[in-house]
């Protein structure tokens, strides 16, 4: 490549929902990038008026992938909300944990397999297999009788794998959708049904711990710790070995938070400083903790489809007012940033929270990945980072689950069930699979007068801020060399190492040529 | 059967407006049959589903992709279209955007082109079908149906709803299965709000597990109390689905096995007809069984 060219990925698939790419290259190297989305849908007003109990089940429909995490952090701002925040029943609190904690394992296993593998694994290398394993026979009569949608087209010229490792990898594809099935069926159990599950509301949870749930609980969650160990992880490494450059592309801003999540206790109702299964905090390329307040969050809004006027603001005090065609915008997400600077979150960040704030379990599993690729920690700070340590996430959360299935005491109450009270507000703050997951409400009359969300992708694809600060995922790219603009595999492979879920941000894009209409939102 | 030998390949777009994509991971979940049995095998012999476009599993991205749907959509009547997601019409489309060879333009703009020259639509989710939680009120994109997208553009084309929020994998497995042995349902197999009677046909309250407690006035009020949920709101009483018998993810559970009421998610002008959630539906819309005066017979009565 040579000479100064633009690069658009439109759309980029294998991900949630609608995100175009566009990278500036001069002499193949990245100067700019812009991510943009390409939809609003205004989820926020669609919540005002309504009886606040019913922002749990209608909130997580913001995202068919991780409807748990908006459901759980919904569910936490509405206890706040109602006063009972500290009276969430045990069964409630590790019911909830427990539906939470199957959608991380969902959710990280369809990401590697379904989502990013297809850039790293040539699945057609199976043509000629002669062996026994039947899924492979499969797929080599699939590919034998020739029409290889949607496997084919793909991006070519740069698959790495041996022969025998992409065909382990191709029939690992199609026994991970069986695993991750398994997840949403655990998951059901206490939830009720998903995607959009039912058993998280207000008080705790709508199910009934028995022995025979905890059980079959327990049967599908041991089957897939068996796969996430023996095989889910052993493959991030098969790639991670061929593709090692990837630890070295799509660092980005390097500065991470994590709210903190799955709550172990709920006395605490100052969510940060409770004690939670994944703890709260910052952390930067130094790896020293620092700590995290949520009111240093603001909102920018300069460089997105809304009014100027609610730029800055705390989400608690947030409003969503379209401003369609604004001059200054290029994206529907709004840009929050901590103290003015931008923050990658998701299980990265989660992780080397950890790590810096000394947890002994995120240390072990660390410096046992980072021995095995004779790697220091700044080799985490990549493409390849993001996919270990969703992979070493996936196996703390399913360890962890054993204990808390173990917690449940049938009998017992499940819930504090109340009806909504006549004024108050709150604030829920979890982690979802791809990162931190904020919601805020206030009602009024019984009825939400005001609800904000502030969602993993907004952070990680928010374009630039105020100061013209772009985006981690932007940051992502920019010095990084695209080998082949015809097959931008750089772009995508940085882009879906975040995980990104256009659905939760919303997000518009000008077709050319055509004037943008002035809408007014009631 | 022989790998090769009359093999009928059947096209697919999947074409996502405003989603979530929970309707595609809810697809995921099918057990019999899976997603495997559905793209890549051929569970009904002789027939295989070619799914050349589906944004969220598909290798391709960007001019790859947009290539190989624009090579199967130039094929008039050649493809099924599955639309998953609702139509947004606000600010003359551009609330939706939608990627095309060598154009931009808007998901409503899209979606009537990709109609237009398929065999087929399949409305895939409550969304599709009939507008769902992204035209909920104030409807701030101005989302509607793909039918009525269809119907404003004057494009007729056979439209089979399969709703549901997210719908089991089953209902669309199963729409689609009925497609491939038998041709698509003919009008006496869909009811009159376009889905098919076989998943759609009965009410969740004449099915539910819980409808002895309601018969005998048992009612739970507070959530996870045992008894009929019809005071915590349940909307089973006038939503046509078969969950109480199907259950959700391979059988596990459903809604109010799992102690929450019925949203009536599949129902047109859902969420909006079901909230408050947890209000108690009036005593009105509950069906009943009387004796018709004329023929003497046992009816239901339905919902007016
Ligand atoms: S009202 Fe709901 S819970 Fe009660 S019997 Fe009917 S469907 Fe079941
Ligand atoms: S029980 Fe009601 S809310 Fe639940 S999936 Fe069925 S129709 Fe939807």
């Excluded at chain 1, 100064?4 to 990925?9: G, H, K, L």
């Excluded at chain 2, 009159?192 to 002895?212: I, N």
Aim: proline share 7%; hydrophobic share 40%.
């Amino acid at each position: 490549m040579s000479g100064r060219e633009t690069i658009s990925v439109d759309p980029i698939t294998r991900i949630e929902g609608h995100l175009k790419v566009e990278v500036v290259a001069d002499n193949g190297e990245v100067k700019e990038a812009r991510c943009s989305g390409q939809l609003f849908r205004g989820f926020e007003l669609m919540l005002l008026n309504r009886d606040p109990r019913d922002a749990s089940l209608l909130s997580q429909r913001v995202c068919g992938v991780c409807p748990v995490a908006h459901a759980m952090a919904s569910a936490l701002c509405l206890d706040a909300c109602f006063g009972i925040d500290g009276r969430v029943p045990d069964n409630g609190r590790v019911m909830r944990n427990l539906v939470l904690g199957a959608n991380f394992l969902q959710s990280h296993i369809l990401h590697f397999y379904h989502l990013a593998a297809l850039d790293f694994v040539d699945v057609t290398a199976g043509a000629d297999y002669e062996g026994a394993d039947d899924r492979l026979g499969s797929l080599r009569d699939f590919i034998k009788r020739g029409e290889l949608a949607p496997f084919m087209p793909r991006y070519e010229g740069d698959y790495r794998l041996s022969k025998e490792a992409n065909q382990q990898a191709a029939s690992h594809y199609v026994q991970a959708l069986e695993a991750r099935r398994a997840a949403h069926e655990m998951l059901s159990v206490f939830g009720g049904k998903m995607p959009h599950q039912v058993g998280i509301v207000v008080g705790g949870c709508t199910e009934t711990p028995t022995a025979d749930k905890i059980a079959a609980f327990l049967s599908r969650l041991e089957m897939l710790r068996r796969f996430i160990e023996g095989i889910y992880i052993p493959d991030v490494l098969t790639v991670a070995e061929a593709y090692g450059d990837y630890f070295e592309i799509g660092g980005g801003v390097k500065r991470w938070l994590s709210y903190g999540g799955l709550e172990l206790e709920t006395e605490e109702t100052n969510l940060v400083a409770r004690e939670r299964f994944f703890p709260s905090g910052r952390v930067g390329a130094d790896l020293k903790p620092a700590a995290l307040d949520v009111g240093r969050i603001a909102e920018h809004v300069r460089h997105s489809w809304y009014a100027d006027e609610s730029s800055g603001r705390h989400p608690s005090k947030g409003e969503t007012v379209p401003a369609p065609g604004k001059e200054s915008g290029y994206s529907w997400i709004k840009a929050p940033r901590y103290e003015g600077e931008p923050y990658e979150v998701g299980p990265l960040a989660r992780l080397l929270v950890a790590y810096a704030r000394g947890d002994r379990g995120a240390r072990g599993e660390v410096e046992g990945v980072l021995s095995r690729l004779d790697a220091k920690p700044e080799a985490l700070f990549s493409v390849l980072g993001r996919h270990a340590a969703r992979a070493l996430e996936a196996k703390r959360v399913a360890e962890a689950m054993v204990g808390w299935a173990m917690e449940l005491r049938p009998g017992e109450p499940v819930c504090e069930w109340r009806e909504p009270p006549e004024a108050g507000r709150g604030m829920g703050v979890t982690e979802a699979p791809r990162g931190s997951v904020g919601h805020w409400a206030e009602i009024e009359g019984g009825k939400l007068v005001r609800y904000q969300l502030v969602v993993p992708t907004t952070w990680n694809a928010s374009p630039q801020d105020d100061e013209g600060k772009p985006g981690p995922m932007e940051q992502a790219l920019v010095g990084t060399r695209i080998r082949d603009a015809e097959n931008p595999f750089e772009v995508v492979r940085i882009v879906r190492s975040f995980d990104p879920c256009l659905a939760c941000s919303v997000h518009m894009l000008t077709p050319k040529g055509q004037e943008l209409a002035r809408c007014r939102v009631l | 059967m022989g790998e090769g030998d009359d093999m009928t390949e059947h096209p697919a777009i999947w074409f996502q407006a405003s989603a979530c994509s929970g309707c595609v991971v809810s697809v995921l979940n099918g057990v019999a049959p899976n997603i495997r049995d559905l793209i890549v095998d051929h569970r009904v012999p002789g027939h295989h589903v070619s799914l050349r476009f589906q944004p969220t599993v598909m290798a391709a991205a960007g001019d790859a992709a947009l290539e190989i749907l624009a090579a199967t959509e130039e094929v008039k009547e050649g493809y099924v279209l599955v639309v998953e997601g609702a139509v947004p019409t606000g600010a003359g489309g551009l609330f939706g955007y939608a990627a095309k060879r060598g154009a931009q333009t808007t998901m409503h703009a899209r979606a009537l082109e990709l109609a237009e020259n398929a065999l087929a639509i399949v409305a895939l989710g409550t969304c599709s079908s009939y507008g769902g939680m992204h035209a909920a009120e104030p409807n701030p994109a101005g989302c509607v149906s793909i039918g009525e997208a269809l119907s404003g553009a004057g494009i007729e084309k056979p439209v089979i709803n399969v709703p549901g929020c997210p719908p089991h994998p089953d209902w669309f497995t199963g729409t689609v299965a009925h497609a491939l042995l038998f041709g698509l349902p003919g009008p006496d197999a869909v009811d009159t709000a376009g889905r098919p009677k076989r998943f759609y046909g009965r009410l969740v309250h004449d099915l539910c597990q819980r409808r002895g407690d309601f018969e005998a006035h048992k009612f739970a009020e507070a959530a996870g109390e045992p008894g009929c949920l019809y005071e915590l709101g349940c909307k089973g009483p006038w939503t046509h689905a078969d969950c109480p018998e199907r259950e959700f993810n391979g059988g596990v559970n459903w809604c109010v096995k799992a102690g929450s009421p019925c949203q009536g998610c599949v129902e047109p002008f859902f969420p909006d007809v079901s909230c408050p959630i947890y209000a108690k539906i009036g005593l009105l819309e509950l069906p009943r069984i009387v004796r018709d005066e004329e023929s003497g017979e046992l009816v239901a009565v339905r919902r007016p």
